[in-house]
């Protein structure tokens, strides 16, 4: 009965974004295809994966309004969703021609550099839209996930910090920043932070896991335990946490063998191979766990 449910709501939403494709569309052929028509239908487009359609109708905006730098970086994103980098890099750059100081453009010609390989460039991008809208944390926070990512985690750092000085809410760069904590050895900065994050989002599954690790990388296993089960209350498939729970259990094993079940671990490890057959860590602590 609950499938059959959730399958009927399913394709009642599905089969209500093609309505509004549709009466949108006709809204178009009747009316008087005015811009704000072709966006809509654009839109449309997108959230349904149909690209060709969408790159026609952002691409009839730009012949209908082709001043207006919004249009270009909506066909942009299009030729970027379809692999077309170059294209979409062009159409980014066209609206800079239309508007010089358009964050949206300079940061999303970072992010084409970045998708190419181009590290330097992207960081030139990132630096001049900050130098544009030193408060504005979007540029910021690009230029920080880009050092984060190839491991200059000081420079990184500093982006965080200087993004959560204009905002003290900005989750993700405050739980990016106690992950660099974790990663340089420092344990009680990250586990604060951790812990902020979670008073800020409650059910960030992510931040439950990584607390639950500095719990147990700090040998409190007994805490990392609590930790890791109160993450997967929040998601009980979170793939990471399900092996770091099975793993707190297994040191435990080693220590106090009689009040772990062996099995538990196991049959815990097979739900993470359920939905991951290749991972390598959970394969490495079942040999650890059953040794042929």
């Known amino acids: 009965m609950e499938k059959r449910t959730s399958e009927k709501q399913f394709n009642a939403r599905s089969d209500n974004k093609k309505l509004i494709i549709c009466r949108r569309n006709k809204s178009v052929e009747k009316e008087t295809k005015s811009v704000g028509d072709y966006s809509s239908l654009g839109i449309s487009y997108l959230e349904n994966q149909d690209y060709d359609n969408a790159l026609e109708c952002f691409q009839r905006i730009t012949e209908l309004e082709p001043n207006n730098p919004k249009a270009f970086i909506n066909l942009g994103f299009v030729y970027e969703k379809?692999?077309?980098l170059d294209t979409a890099k062009k159409c980014y750059e066209r609206a800079l021609e239309i508007k010089y100081d358009h964050?949206?453009?300079?940061t999303k010609i970072g992010h084409i550099f970045e998708l190419q390989g181009d590290y330097h460039n992207a960081v030139n991008q990132y630096t001049r839209a900050i130098e544009f809208v030193p408060h504005d944390v979007e540029p910021r926070f690009c230029l920080a996930t880009l050092y984060d990512r190839h491991d200059m985690y000081d420079e990184a750092a500093e982006e965080y910090e200087n993004i959560l000085e204009i905002n003290p809410k900005h989750t993700k760069s405050l739980h990016n920043l106690g992950r660099i904590h974790f990663q340089n050895g420092e344990y009680a900065r990250a586990l604060n932070i951790f812990r902020n994050v979670l008073k800020l989002e409650p059910e960030n599954t992510d931040a439950w896991n990584d607390l639950g690790s500095?719990?147990?990388?700090?040998?409190?296993?007994?805490?990392?335990?609590?930790?890791?089960?109160?993450?997967?209350?929040?998601?009980?498939?979170?793939?990471?946490?399900?092996?770091?729970?099975?793993?707190?259990?297994f040191s435990l094993f080693l220590s106090h063998?009689?009040?772990?079940?062996?099995?538990?671990?196991?049959?815990?490890?097979?739900?993470?191979?359920?939905?991951n057959p290749n991972n390598k860590k959970v394969w490495d602590l079942l040999t650890k766990i059953t040794p042929s």
């Open 257 to 275: 063998p009689n009040i772990v079940n062996v099995q538990d671990i196991i049959e815990r490890l097979q739900v993470v191979l359920s939905q």
């Open 214 to 249: 500095v719990y147990e990388i700090t040998n409190n296993l007994i805490q990392a335990i609590s930790t890791y089960r109160k993450a997967l209350k929040v998601n009980p498939l979170h793939e990471e946490t399900n092996f770091n729970l099975a793993n707190a259990y």
């Open 82 to 84: 379809i692999d077309m």
């Open 103 to 106: 964050i949206g453009a300079i």
